[in-house]
C-alpha cells in the first residue's frame, strides 16, 4: 500500500530530477487544487449557475474577512491534526485509515474527564483532557498496531473496520451510560464550563488549538527530520527490506508509528470537543480522519504541504456551509470539488506524458 | 587511442558489416540523459545481421541504457534507430516486439504460478473461440525446442523449474514472438558452467539460423567464446567495435577502463585464528515453508574466508537470512565468539561485529531514496558523538559520512545526495564501505562483485583481504567460481539445500565445483 502514499517509495522514481523540476515543484502541489477548481466549473456551468460568482462567494465566505478567517481556521484545527496523524503512518510505510477512530474515542475521552472531574481547575482539567484523549487514540490504534506487527495483518483491512467499532462504541457508551439528561438527541453532558476552550477571537471559536495544532506540526516536522525515532521510521517506510537489515526493530517501528498516529488522532477529537461542541455528540465527525487522508496526500508528507491542504479543506468547508445562505448552490457541489481534489492528489501530475514533455521544454 | 586491439574501426564509424550490406541494426548519434548524467552520448553502432555481438564495459558506462534504447524501454533524446536500413521509432517494448526485437532481463519475467507452456504461449494465445487452445500451442512449443535442438518439460510449473531451463524458456517465448533480434542482459551471471556452456550453444545456433544476438557482458572470457564482434563503451561513447578473431584481451581489458589497469596484489592470507561463527545442524524454511537449507554445519575461523558455491536459490540466501537474525531457523544453534546467538535481533548481532554485504544492493543493501548520509548513519544509531538523547548531530553526520566517501573512494555524490545518484559500482563502495568501517568480526558478503564492474571488483577483494589480513572470519557467497576459488581459503558447496562438500580452496576447480553444485559429483 506504501505506494500509494503518493510518498516516494524506492524504485518508484527511476530519474533524477532536474533542476528546474525542483523549481516547479511547488507550483506541482498546486495543480491538483487548480484542476479541480476546473472541474467545479464545469459542474456549475453544465448546472445553469455562474462559476466565477461561486467561487467569488467562496472565497469571500473563507477568507474575506477576519471572521470568516477565523472560522476557516477553526474547521482547519481537525483535519491538520488527523492530516498529520495520517501522514507519521503514512512517512512511516504504513497505510492507517483509522484515525476516524482514533478521533472518536479521544473525543469520548476528553468528553468524560470534562463532565466527570467538575471541580478542578480550568487549566489542569484541559490537559487532563487533552492528555486522555491522547491515550485514548493511541490505544485505539495500539490494536491494529499490534495485529500488524506481530501477526502481520493487514492495517488497511483493520483500521477500515475498527472505525465503525470506535464510531459505535462510543454510540452505545453514550446513549447508554452517558445520555445528558433531559435532551432527545444522543449528546453527553456538557463539559465542565472552565475546561472549555476560550475563544481568542469572538465570536469566533478560534482557540488555543489551532496554535497547539501549528505547534505539533513543528513537532512532526522536527520528529522526522531530527530525531533517531524519525530516522528509523522514515527508514522502515523508504524501505522495509534496507531497515531490517540494517537492523531496525521493524515491529517496534510499526507500533511507534500507530501510537503516535493515535495521539494525534485522539487530540483532534479532544480538541474537536474542548473547543467547539462542549460535549461529546452521537457520529459528530462528518469524516474528519478521512479528510486527514487527503490532506497527508495532497500535502506528499511535507508539513507545509500538510497545513495549507489543511487550510484548503478548512476554508471549502467553512465558505461551503455559508454558501448555502446566500446562494442556491447546493453544499454537493463542496463535496464534488472535495473528492475531485483527492482524485488528483493522488495522480502524480509531473508523471502524466503531456506534462513532462512540457516540462521537458522549459 | 592508439592500442593495437586488432582490427579496430575509428570510433564514429562503427563496424564494418561483413559483406558491406545493410546492417540489421544502425544507431546513430543515440542520445539519453538522466538529470544531468549523459548515459548515452551519441552513440554510433552497427550491428550485422546474423552476429553475435557482445557489449562490455565498466558500470555506468551506459551499455544497459543502450539496450533499453533498442528494445523501446526508454525514449533517446536525440539520435535514430535503423532497423534494416528504415529509420524507425521504438517508444514501447510492444513496438520493439512488433519490429521483431526482444529482450532477455537479467531478472527472468516469467509468472512462476503457470506451467511453461502457458508462459510461453502469455501474450499471444492461440484459442478457439474464447477457450485456450492448448494443442496448438503444444506443437508449436514442440516445433520451437525441436528447433533449438533442446528439450522442455511444457508442464511443469515455472516454480520448479532450474534457472537455466527459464532462461531457455524466455529465449523460447522471444522466438514464439517471432523475435530475431535477440537482447541479452549479462545473461551468465545466474548460470553454472555447465549451464552457460549450454547457452552459448543455444546462442550460436540461433546465430547460424540468422538471427541477430546483441548481449552485455563483464565477462570477457565470454566475448572471446562466443562473439563475433565486440563494442567496448565507456562513460557513454563506444571506444570501439573490433573483431574478436585477433583481438588481444588484454588490451580490450584496458580499453574498458581507459587506462592500464593493474589489479592491485591481495593482503596475503593470515594465520587462522580461533573459531567465530560455529554452526550446527542449521536448517532454515524459506517464505513459502519449504525445508531450503537442511541440516548444515560448518565453522569459520578468524582470519579466514570461507566461500559457499551452489546454484541460485539452494538455501544460501536462508542461511544468509538465519545468521544475520532477519529469519528464525527451524532447527540447529548459531554461535558467535562461542555465545549462542538466536535469540540476539539483526542489531544485537550486529552490535556483536557482524557485518553484512547483501546481494541486493538497491533493495537492501541501500535506501535509494535517503541521503548517503543516512545510508551510512543506518549502522551507527548508537554512536555518542552522532547521537545525542535521541536526537541527531546532522552535522556530525554528514561529516562521518563524508570520511567514509573519502576514505572508499565514493565518487559522484556528497552525503545530502540520494543514493539514487550514485552508479552501481560506487553504492556498492559506500554499501562495502559502510559495513567495513570497523574491522568486523564476522563478514557476511552475499554476491559482493555482483554487477560491478573490472574495477569495482578489484576494490572489493582488496577489501576482502584486508579484513581477512586483520583477522576477520569472512563467509563469502558468490554465482563467480573463479572470485571463490581465488580469495577463499576454503569452500562449502550447496546442493539441495545441504552442504555436499567441505574442501580446500586449493583442491577446487571450476569444473569440479560444477559437478558438485548439480549433484552430478
Known sequence: ?362 | MTQDVGEVDAPGTGASTASGSVPRIRIRGLTKRYGLIVANDGVDLDVARGGIHAIVGENGAGKTTLMRAIYGLIEPDAGTIELDGVVTRLSTPAQAIAHRIGMVHQRFELVEQLTTLENLALGDLPHRGPFFDRSTAMARARDLAAGLATTMEWDRRVANLSVGARQRLEIMRLLYRKADILIFDEPTSVLTPQEADDLFKVLRRLAGQGRTILFITHKLREVFALADQVTVMRRGRIVTTVQTKGSDPQALASLIVGEQFDRPALAAPAERGQAVLEVERLSVCDDLGTLTLREASFTVHAGEIVGVAGIEGTGQRELVEALLGLRRPVTGTIRLCGEPVMDASVWGRRKRGVAFVSEDRDAEGACLPATLAENVFAVERDNPSLVSAGRLRVAAIAEFARSILKRFDVRGAGPQSPARALSGGNLQRLVVGREMRQIPKLLIAAHPTRGVDVRGIAFIHEQLAAARKARAATLLISEDLGELIELADRLLVIFGGRIVADLPAADASPERLGLLMTGAA
Open chain 1, 1 to 362: 500500500m506504501v505506494a500509494e502514499t503518493g510518498i516516494p517509495v524506492p524504485g518508484q522514481e527511476t530519474i533524477a530530477p532536474s533542476r528546474v523540476f525542483g523549481l516547479l515543484r511547488p507550483l506541482q502541489l498546486l495543480g491538483p487544487f487548480v484542476i479541480a477548481l476546473l472541474v467545479g466549473a464545469v459542474v456549475l456551468l453544465l448546472s445553469g449557475r455562474d462559476a466565477i460568482g461561486t467561487y467569488w462567494l467562496l472565497a469571500q465566505q473563507s477568507l474575506g474577512g477576519t471572521t470568516q478567517i477565523a472560522n476557516t481556521l477553526v474547521a482547519t484545527t481537525p483535519v491538520l491534526l488527523t492530516g498529520l496523524a495520517t501522514a507519521v503512518a503514512f512517512r512511516s510505510g504504513i497505510f492507517n485509515v483509522g484515525v476516524e477512530g482514533s478521533l472518536y474515542l479521544g473525543a469520548f475521552a476528553a468528553a468524560w474527564a470534562g463532565f466527570t472531574f467538575r471541580g478542578l481547575p480550568g487549566p489542569l482539567l484541559i490537559l487532563i483532557a487533552v492528555s486522555l484523549a491522547g491515550v485514548a487514540g493511541a490505544l485505539w490504534a495500539l490494536i491494529p498496531g499490534v495485529l500488524r506487527a506481530r501477526w502481520r495483518v493487514d492495517e488497511v483491512v483493520t483500521t477500515l473496520m475498527l472505525n465503525y467499532v470506535a464510531i459505535l462504541l462510543t454510540s452505545w457508551l453514550v446513549n447508554y451510560y452517558f445520555l445528558a439528561p433531559d435532551i432527545a438527541n444522543s449528546m453527553s453532558p456538557l463539559i465542565a464550563t472552565q475546561a472549555r476552550l476560550s475563544s481568542l477571537l469572538p465570536p469566533s471559536q478560534l482557540t488555543i488549538a489551532f496554535v497547539a495544532a501549528l505547534l505539533i506540526t513543528v513537532l512532526y516536522a522536527y520528529l522526522f527530520t531530527r530525531t533517531t525515532i524519525g530516522y528509523e521510521l522514515r527508514m522502515t517506510g523508504l524501505n522495509p527490506r534496507f531497515a531490517r537489515a540494517v537492523g531496525i526493530n521493524l515491529a517496534g517501528a510499526v507500533i511507534v508509528a500507530f501510537l503516535i498516529s493515535g495521539v494525534l488522532g485522539g487530540v483532534a477529537g479532544g480538541f474537536q470537543v474542548l473547543g467547539v461542541n462542549y460535549r461529546f455528540i452521537d457520529h459528530f465527525s462528518p469524516g474528519y480522519g478521512f479528510t486527514g487522508i487527503a490532506v497527508a496526500l495532497l500535502g506528499r508528507g511535507h508539513p507545509v504541504g500538510i497545513v495549507l491542504a489543511a487550510i484548503f479543506f478548512g476554508a471549502l468547508s467553512s465558505g461551503g456551509a455559508m454558501i448555502q445562505l446566500f446562494s442556491d448552490i447546493p453544499l454537493d457541489l463542496i463535496n464534488i470539488l472535495q473528492g475531485t481534489v483527492m482524485i488528483f492528489a493522488v495522480i502524480e501530475l509531473s508523471r502524466l506524458p503531456f506534462v513532462r514533455r512540457w516540462l521537458r521544454h522549459v
